[in-house]
């Protein structure tokens, strides 16, 4: 083994500091990161090598260059699969690729462009109408539903009552929440596991299944065409001329809205932050919309330059898919270091996103910085052939709800800094802000 990336922490280390780490390792990986360099390798208890980096030429090698020799690790195929089931997330190789082909079209441009006409900006209105105006609320439950109605409505043209959608978003959560202490906190798993708590999430996972089953079935009853990802998955054939199984419907159903809502939600939470935290920035997204003048929303969307630039400047400053993981097939030989089959690799967009060689002033919010082509360390959707395959999706959903708030809203400057959690997703615990409507 070259000594290019020293052993920098030992397991006890991490044991020592767990619950810290439960609650949000990422001041932890900035400490880390600064004394020992952009990237660490370390032994889990069991022996696997692990490196964590935020080193581009690293990163890039693992999951564009060399992405072959690399698959989802076992914490996200086989535990993370365990709850939320074997679909894009989680799914490696073949299985994956097949997926993969027969879902990408569900995606295409022009059947984006037909939703962000009609449905997305329905959908957006509806969940801004719901905010309560003229006081300090927690728009993060606001944000979660707006998100959610997007994505069934959207890609899948299902109506979710009030109630079942409450159910989800707390079965999601909850399940979130458990599976977090479970990675971050192994000592204690055996206790989780006498008191209840694994069977608890594994019911509310049954449960959830359940809702699912219930909308296809809604669905299927319905026997209109609906030409959306649900139909995508019901009807095409794969190559070998098969239909996806049920089971398996179910559980893309599920990846799809779980990896489709709760990245996009938080992400809205932290822009209504730094819109709200300065004004500036509504007015210039003001001005561009003016200029831009009257055209369908996916038209004015397309024009949004400084829209855009403020929700990549968002996304890089808060990624909510802050870090992803692999693990090598076989020994690999990435900048300059070998690494033995089986280590663990985490790729921590959060840090490669604030990472001082690459990024002038990466501490300070600035939407501008993205108005010319931002550094190649810019991955807030991953990159490579396992690249996000909503984010075309979710760009233009942010700038819808962009568009409309600058266009009906106002926000107050808030009085309090959110505390953030490094769950699975970046999030704020809750965004307190108050919304009013323009010229009232
Ligand atoms: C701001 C919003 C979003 C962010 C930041 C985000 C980020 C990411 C990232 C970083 C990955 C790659 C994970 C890895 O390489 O291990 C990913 C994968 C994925 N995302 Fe997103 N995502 C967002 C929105 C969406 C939306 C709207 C959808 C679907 C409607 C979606 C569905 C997926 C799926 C299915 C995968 C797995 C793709 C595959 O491996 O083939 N995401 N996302």
Redesign the pocket.
Known sequence: MGEKFTPSLHWSQLLWNSRGLVRNPIPYHHKWFETYGDTLRFRFINGTEVYLTRDPEFALHI?KKNHKNYY?SDV?SENLGHYIGK???T?NGGE?KK??RL?QPG?YKERIQKVFNEAIPKAVTSGLDDIPLGQQVDVKPYMNRL?FEV?TKA?FDIEVAPERLEEIRHIIDAVQEHFVKEVREPQWNFWRYLIGQKRLALAQVSRMRAIMQELIQERQQSKLVHDDLLDLMLQSTYEDGSYMEADRVID?LI???V???E??A??LCYMFYELARNPNFMYAVRAELTEIGAASPYHQLGQMTYGKALVQET?RYY???WI???KALEADTVAGETLAPNSFVA?S?YELHRNPTYWEQPERFDPERFLKPPPPVY?????????????H???F??LEVLRQLAVNYQLKVPNKEPEQLGKITLQARTMLLELNKRNE
């Not at 991955?379 to 984010?391: L, V």
Request: charged residues 15%; glycine residues 10%.
């Open positions: 999951l989802k996200t679909g894009l997330l799914l994956w997926d993969r879902l995606f998100a994505v890609l893309e990846i799809l809205i990896a489709g809502h990245t996009t938080n992400a996304l990624p909510p898919a992803i993981d692999r790729i967009i991955i807030p959707f991953g990159a490579g052939p396992r690249m996000c395959i909503g984010n999706f979710a760009l959903e942010m």
